[in-house]
């Protein structure tokens, strides 16, 4: 009996830096997965542990080494290797990227870039903390528009995360189009009763009444957590006894802004504790929050705010990049760096009017119908395996 099902794609995907356990798992769902991974970021990151943990089918080529040692020695795999798969995925448009489609020109092997952070925008959000110097800052733009030119040029598919992306990819990249990364589980993020919420605080040892506010992000130059900790403080001396919660990888250095910023005042509403697993953690504090907040000064999209809005909790975040084109229906937005406005529209949300009840539900319903995990890379998978049929 013949078996006319198509075979698995061969698919070789190049990180540049991090990459997160539930896009490892989606690709090798979709495809026969290997992944080169720069060493240290995927042992720092957490990755590796997790890639274990879940038993992911993939094969992971770690390549030794600073970006400098990467860049020669991802090169040099590529070019070996290439030639065993039907298309490689590149992150980003960026170095990474140019040894893909380097590699893919000399291989016969087609290459689709994906973004999901504008790298300009981010490495201009540098200079909040300090001048990073003129002709640093001209090297660097001229660097990434350099990049991004001849990446958009030699790939076969660029994709973008969300529209806002989308049109910045679309300058350089005739042949763009939407990608969803690994979308929202809406399995797993759902909204909670009131008991499974007091259930989830006591289950992770959160306060119990006081109202929680959950700035999921990571710590870094684009995010600005400092807004979103002046806003909660301002709240405070007006009185309300909220908590701010973050779970990231530089939890540590929250703490310690926190501290600077605020003093010994703040280890008694101000909790950090280190990244939750993605899969099996972090949608219990969604569920768990009274509010979700996001002060960045650039989002290419962000999907902490759309996995909140999954969990039907409310979301106040930056009308900034990609949250300002897809979040103003759903969420209470502000300008960057307002903290007075933050810490009103966080009043505003944990008030739980009809308007912002209406308007977290709307919010819901969007999610599940444009972000559900299982369209992200089913069209994923649609979209590699034109481009190899087109190749």
Not at 180 to 205: C, M, N, Q, W
């Amino acid at each position: 009996m013949n078996d006319d099902r198509p075979r698995a794609l061969k698919l070789l995907y190049l990180v540049e830096g991090y990459t997160d356990i539930r896009f490892v798992i989606g690709l090798s769902e979709i495809s026969q997965l290997t992944m080169i991974v720069p060493e240290r970021q995927y042992f720092d990151s957490g990755l590796a542990e997790r890639v274990a943990q879940a038993d992911v089918s993939v094969d992971v080529i770690r390549i030794r080494g600073g970006r400098a040692a990467f860049q020669v020695r991802s090169l040099a795999t590529l070019l070996r290797i290439a030639g065993k798969f039907d298309v490689i995925l590149s992150q980003e448009m960026l170095r990474g990227s140019l040894n893909a489609n380097v590699a893919g020109r000399l291989r016969h092997v087609p290459v689709v870039t994906y973004m999901a952070m504008p790298p300009l925008q981010y490495f201009r959000c540098r200079t909040v903390h300090g001048p990073l110097g003129r002709l640093r800052s001209i090297m660097g733009e001229l660097v990434i528009g350099a990049l991004m030119t001849i990446n958009g040029r030699l790939s076969s598919r660029s994709l973008a995360l969300g529209p806002y992306l989308q049109d910045i990819v679309s300058k350089f990249s005739g042949r763009t189009g939407p990608n969803h990364y690994y979308g929202v589980d809406t399995t797993i993020f759902r909204p909670a009763s009131k008991a499974e919420r007091a259930g989830l605080r006591r289950l992770h040892d959160l306060p119990g009444e006081r109202p929680l506010i959950f700035l999921a992000s990571r710590i870094s130059h684009e995010k600005d957590p400092k807004t979103a900790l002046a806003a909660c403080a301002l709240l405070r001396k007006q009185g309300v006894d909220l908590v701010l919660l973050n779970l990231s990888g530089g939890w540590r250095e929250f703490l310690e802004l926190a501290r600077s910023e605020l003093g010994s005042d703040a280890e008694s509403w101000v909790i950090a504790r280190p990244a939750a697993h993605p899969i099996l953690e972090v949608a219990d504090y969604f569920r768990a929050a009274d509010v979700t907040v996001q002060a960045s000064l650039e989002e290419g999209l962000g999907l902490s705010p759309l996995e909140s809005l999954a969990c039907g909790t409310p979301v106040v975040a930056t009308d900034v990049g990609g949250m300002g084109r897809v979040l103003p229906p759903y969420a209470l937005l502000t300008p960057p760096r307002a903290v007075e406005a933050m810490a009103s529209a966080i009043r505003r949300a944990l008030a739980r009017s009809p308007e912002t009840e209406a308007m977290t539900q709307a919010g819901l319903q969007y999610v599940i119908a444009n972000w559900s995990r299982d369209a992200a890379f089913s069209e994923l998978k649609k979209t590699l395996r034109n481009v190899v049929s087109e190749s």
